[in-house]
């Protein structure tokens, strides 16, 4: 049987403060969409090197059972995030923009033991823990946070290494990347 045509479908609120304590125990699936600012975002906004007008994130959400043998149907949650952010170019150590546009999808088990054995390998979906309070605006900021790039850049060519970031050549990226954010830092604390 399709729990889904049974089911009510409730619409989320584009208020960030409501996606605080989402109920994802009750018998209903979810449907909503929304921007959230880079202030809306406590942890994105302490990574930006700015923030510019327009920054921020469109998200889109929307969940369904899927049937799953021997157990109670799994809420299925699809996540859209599209939006723009300012991160320090690690190269010239100037803001640049970085855009974002990831889809995500997640199950929810019922408890923290059956999350913690869903199998890692499933790479399509990541396992989150129903509750009845769930944080779902946590949940959007962590995959915001994943998202971003580890070293962010301008496009090659595009900028010239700050005088402190030593040795930024095509031939030895690794080494080197390894020690800028070191030198970076200092002179983040100097300046
Ligand atoms: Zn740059």
Redesign the pocket.
């Known amino acids: 049987m399709d729990r889904n045509h049974a089911l009510p479908q409730v619409q989320l609120s584009a208020e960030s403060n409501a996606l605080r304590r989402i109920d994802f125990c009750a018998p209903q699936s979810y449907k909503g969409a929304g921007f959230l600012s880079i202030p809306d975002l406590p942890r994105v906004a302490e990574e930006v090197s700015a923030v510019v007008s327009g920054d921020g994130f469109h998200w889109d959400i929307q969940t369904h059972f899927e049937p799953s043998p021997g157990s109670e149907p799994h809420q299925i949650m699809e996540l859209g995030l599209k939006g723009r952010l300012h991160l320090t170019?690690q190269?010239?150590?100037?803001g640049?923009a970085v855009d974002l546009d990831e889809k995500r999808r997640f199950i929810f088990m019922a408890t923290e033991s059956q999350a913690d054995d869903y199998p890692l390998e499933d790479e399509d979906q990541e396992p989150l823990v129903a509750s009845q309070q769930f944080n779902l605006l946590e949940t959007i900021e962590d995959e915001i946070l994943l998202s971003i790039p580890l070293i962010p850049?301008?496009p090659e060519g595009?900028?010239e290494p700050h005088a402190s970031v030593f040795g930024d050549g095509e031939d030895d990226d690794v080494p080197t990347e390894r020690e800028n954010p070191f030198n970076i830092l200092k002179n983040m604390k100097k300046n």
Do not use: G, S
């Not at 190269?91 to 100037?94: D, G, K, S, W």
């Open positions: 170019c190269r010239c150590l100037q640049c850049k301008h595009f900028c």
